[in-house]
């Protein structure tokens, strides 16, 4: 469908760009200085947390069903953070490690541990030759960036409404040795805010894959971050695996990264008994034990799933007008204009947008001169590579909803703008 702006004719345009240009430079004059680049809680919702900071204290009885807190040990974690993580993604708590506050970095281990030494008596990655990881896009950059950093070859995939394109999955995972893996966030996908259907999840669960070391990296990051209520459905990934009769296919990682603090939370990860053995004993040569104190903090804050529930409501209250306010400044600005699609999630950080193809880079460059900071164009694709340089990330939790307002503006006006120009360089191409 053409844009408002190819069907203009040449003085509409013309008339057209040059107001958008008059509109540009008056928010360039007010010298603005806005970041919306990542997805990061506001500082109010930091201050939910603040409350932790007093849970503990010299007096505290370092214990934990017999564990000492303040000593070596329990390299699984505290049994009582590993039970508060196995509610949080629906599994056994003897399947679950409870290690270190960054998700990201347990995923980091076990993709080198792939690499150097290997998935169930497999030989290591880096002796296989061409290793090959899928990536749903657009899709996590920092997901993406962990395979690249080893030499792994990122795969896009692409995302519909409902997941990751399952039939490109399958073929690709069941007829190539290759492929060693697939990056998933099911639940409010970052960037597209979608979740997982059942159809997908039970996809996954039924995969044969071609690699005898092939593992579904799931990264269950949001599975709490609703806006609202229950929030979107999502099928429990080894549940499924239980019903086609599968198992040592998934690894599972969740934190309370944007539950608490970023960067002191608690990190975790599950997967099948013989998966957790191996991941027992590479972990056994990284760490002599995991960072105690901020678990015990964690659980006796949170206490349980009810209390992280009542926990993200505050955060939803937080979160949830700021995502309106996205929904209102692109409808009131994009509507009627055929230039611009973008996603309305449900629920956790992200909200994707796609405008015109070629659009992108020239969007994002000119928000950032008229003084706001987005998300790299390209960032959430493989090796920071759209192939149609049409997606931004819009992360609009941090700002303030004033500042988050005006930053809105700004891109409304980037948008209109770079659709009107590469409308007329069009044109001028085709009578050129």
């Given at each position: 469908?053409?844009?408002?702006?190819?069907?203009?004719?040449?003085?509409?345009?013309?008339?057209?760009?040059?107001?958008?240009?008059?509109?540009?430079?008056?928010?360039?004059s007010?010298?603005?200085?806005?970041?919306?680049?990542?997805?990061?809680?506001?500082?109010?919702?930091?201050?939910?947390s603040?409350?932790?900071?007093?849970?503990?204290?010299?007096?505290?009885?370092?214990?934990d069903?017999?564990?000492a807190?303040?000593?070596y040990?329990?390299p699984?974690?505290?049994p009582?953070?590993?039970a508060?993580?196995?509610?949080?993604?629906?599994?056994?708590?003897?399947n679950?490690?409870?290690?270190?506050?960054?998700?990201?970095?347990?995923?980091?281990?076990?993709?080198?541990?792939?690499?150097?030494?290997?998935?169930?008596?497999?030989?290591?990655w880096?002796?296989?030759?061409?290793?090959?990881?899928l990536?749903?896009?657009?899709?996590y950059d920092r997901?993406?960036k962990?395979?690249a950093?080893?030499?792994?070859?990122?795969i896009?995939?692409?995302?519909?409404?409902?997941?990751?394109?399952?039939?490109?999955?399958?073929?690709?995972?069941?007829n190539?040795?290759?492929?060693?893996?697939?990056?998933?966030?099911?639940?409010y996908?970052?960037?597209t805010?979608?979740?997982?259907?059942?159809?997908?999840?039970?996809?996954?669960?039924?995969?044969?894959?071609?690699?005898?070391?092939?593992?579904?990296f799931?990264?269950?990051?949001?599975?709490?971050?609703?806006?609202?209520?229950?929030?979107?459905?999502?099928?429990?990934?080894?549940?499924?695996?239980?019903?086609a009769?599968?198992?040592?296919?998934?690894?599972?990682f969740?934190?309370t990264?944007?539950?608490?603090?970023?960067?002191?939370g608690?990190?975790?990860?599950?997967a099948?008994?013989?998966?957790?053995?191996?991941?027992?004993?590479?972990?056994?040569?990284?760490?002599?034990?995991?960072?105690?104190?901020?678990?015990?903090?964690?659980?006796?804050?949170?206490?349980?799933?009810?209390g992280?529930?009542?926990?993200?409501?505050?955060?939803?209250?937080?979160?949830?007008?700021r995502f309106?306010?996205?929904?209102?400044?692109?409808?009131a600005g994009?509507?009627?204009l055929?230039?611009?699609t973008?996603?309305?999630?449900?629920?956790?950080?992200?909200?994707?947008?796609?405008?015109?193809?070629?659009?992108?880079?020239?969007i994002v460059g000119?928000?950032a001169?008229l003084?706001?900071?987005?998300?790299?164009?390209?960032?959430?694709?493989?090796?920071?590579?759209?192939?149609?340089d049409?997606?931004?990330?819009?992360?609009?939790?941090?700002?303030?909803?004033?500042?988050?307002?005006?930053?809105?503006d700004?891109?409304?006006?980037?948008?209109?703008?770079?659709?009107?120009?590469?409308a007329?360089?069009?044109r001028?191409?085709?009578?050129?």
């Open positions: 469908m053409p844009t408002a702006y190819e069907l203009m004719s040449d003085q509409e345009l013309e008339q057209e760009i040059t107001r958008l240009e008059a509109e540009a430079e008056h928010l360039r007010l010298g603005l200085k806005l970041d919306m680049a990542r997805g990061k809680p506001s500082p109010e919702q930091t201050a939910l603040h409350p932790m900071l007093d849970v503990l204290s010299s007096s505290t009885e370092m214990d069903q017999g564990v807190v303040d000593n040990g329990a699984d974690g505290l009582s953070a590993r508060l993580a196995a509610q949080i993604l629906g599994v056994d708590p003897k679950v490690i409870v290690n270190g506050s960054s998700s990201l970095n347990l995923m980091h281990d076990l993709v080198c541990n792939a690499y150097t030494h290997g998935i169930g008596g497999n030989k290591p880096s002796q296989q030759g061409k290793v090959k990881f990536c749903p896009a657009p899709g997901h993406f962990v395979t950093h080893y030499g792994i070859e990122n896009p995939v692409p995302m519909l409404e409902d997941g990751p394109d399952m039939a490109v999955v399958k073929r690709l995972v069941e190539d040795p290759a492929v060693k893996g697939i990056w998933c966030v099911p639940k996908a970052n960037p805010g979608v979740t997982y259907s059942d159809d997908v999840v039970r996809k996954f669960a039924a995969l044969t894959p071609a690699a005898p070391d092939f593992r579904i799931w990264d269950n990051a949001y599975v709490v971050h609703t806006f609202e209520g229950e929030g979107d459905h999502l099928l429990n990934i080894f549940d499924a695996l239980a019903e009769g599968k198992s040592d296919l998934v690894y599972e969740g934190s990264a944007k539950v608490t603090f970023p960067s002191s608690i990190a975790f990860v599950t099948s008994s013989a998966d957790m053995a191996e991941i027992r004993a590479a972990f056994s040569v990284m760490r002599v034990s995991p960072e105690k104190v901020s678990q015990l903090a964690h659980v006796r804050f949170l206490k349980d799933l009810d992280i529930k009542a926990h993200m409501e505050k955060h939803a209250q937080i979160v949830r007008p309106e306010l996205v929904q209102e400044k692109l409808h994009l509507d009627g055929d230039c611009a973008w996603s309305n999630p449900h629920g956790g950080y992200f909200v994707s947008f796609d405008g015109p193809k070629g659009s992108a880079k020239a000119l928000a001169e003084g706001v900071k987005l998300t790299p164009a390209g960032a959430t694709w493989p090796y920071g590579r759209d192939p149609e049409t997606n931004i990330r819009i992360a609009p939790t941090y700002p303030s909803l004033e500042d988050l307002g005006a930053a809105l700004v891109f409304v006006v980037a948008v209109k703008l770079v659709s009107a120009r590469l007329k360089a069009e001028d191409g085709q009578q050129g």
